[in-house]
Nanobody
Framework: QVQLVESGGGLVQAGGSLRLSCAAS????????MAWFRQAPGKEREFVAA????????YYADSVKGRFTISRDNAKNTLYLHLNSLKPEDTAVYYC??????????????????WGQGTQVTVSS
């Protein structure tokens, strides 16, 4: 059974940094895209960043380019999101997601097959 478990969320001051982790288990992810989404109250689920489990290449939403960094540690089967220069508008529940690579990155939540439970990030002014 595929399981994605996020951790690392919490309360941080504006301008600060945070690292989120997503522990993946249940199968081999070598042919998968791993991604982060976020959802604030009253808003749609928003794509943040994606990375292939194998090989190079990353994809970021314009709103987080230069501030957030997606990475992975294959030996630990863990996905990361480094959030820097945080703003109050970054406050949201952050979700880890995955789907089989089909030749392109997707920013649509409907294209992802597996999801974590989410971890809350709250950025104070």
């Amino acid at each position: 059974q595929v399981q994605l478990v996020e951790s690392g969320g919490g309360l941080v001051q504006a301008g600060g940094s945070l690292r989120l982790s997503c522990a993946a288990s249940g199968r081999t992810f070598s042919r998968y895209v791993m991604a982060w989404f976020r959802q604030a109250p009253g808003k749609e689920r928003e794509f943040v960043a994606a990375i292939k489990w194998s090989g190079g290449g990353t994809y970021y939403a314009d709103s987080v380019k230069g501030r957030f960094t997606i990475s992975r540690d294959n030996a630990k089967n863990t996905l990361y999101l480094h959030l820097n220069s945080l703003k109050p508008e970054d406050t949201a529940v952050y979700y880890c997601a995955a789907h089989l690579w089909k030749g392109r990155y997707s920013g649509s939540y409907a294209d992802y097959d597996y999801w974590g439970q989410g971890t809350q990030v709250t950025v104070s002014s």
